[in-house]
Nanobody, 115 residues
Framework: QVQLVESGGGLVQAGGSLRLSCAASRSINSIGTMGWYRQAPGKQRELVANIFSGGTTNYADSVKGRFTISRDNAKNTVYLQMNSLKPEDTAVYYC?????????WGQGTQVTVSS
C-alpha cells in the first residue's frame, strides 16, 4: 500500500504557473505508473499526464506543451509543472499510483485559474 499527499495547488491568474507535488509514503521505484488526474465541477475525472517507470510520459491533448510531469525517485515524489494556465484548467488535481494489481489515489489539491 502507498499513501499519496498532493500539495502546491492554489489560486493563480490566467497565464500563470503552478507546480504540484505528490509525495508517496514509500519508494516509487517499483510503482509502474504515476499519474495526475483532474476533476472539474460537474465533470468526470480525467487523465492529465502519466509517467512510467522507465521515464516515458504521456499527456492529455489539452495540456500538451503547457504541462510537464516528472518524478524524483530519490524523494519519492512526482511533480506536475503547469505553465500558461487557463481558466479551463480549474479543477481538483489528484495523484495516482498504479500497476496491473492496484491503484491508489491522493486526496486532491484545488487549482483555480482566474480570468
Amino acid at each position: 500500500q502507498v499513501q499519496l499527499v498532493e500539495s502546491g495547488g492554489g489560486l493563480v491568474q490566467a497565464g500563470g504557473s503552478l507546480r504540484l507535488s505528490c509525495a508517496a509514503s514509500r519508494s516509487i521505484n517499483s510503482i509502474g505508473t504515476m499519474g495526475w488526474y483532474r476533476q472539474a465541477p460537474g465533470k468526470q475525472r480525467e487523465l492529465v499526464a502519466n509517467i512510467f517507470s522507465g521515464g516515458t510520459t504521456n499527456y492529455a491533448d489539452s495540456v500538451k506543451g503547457r504541462f510537464t510531469i516528472s518524478r524524483d525517485n530519490a524523494k519519492n515524489t512526482v511533480y506536475l509543472q503547469m505553465n500558461s494556465l487557463k481558466p479551463e484548467d480549474t479543477a481538483v488535481y489528484y495523484c495516482r499510483a498504479s500497476s496491473s494489481f492496484y491503484a491508489y489515489w491522493g486526496q486532491g489539491t484545488q487549482v483555480t485559474v482566474s480570468s
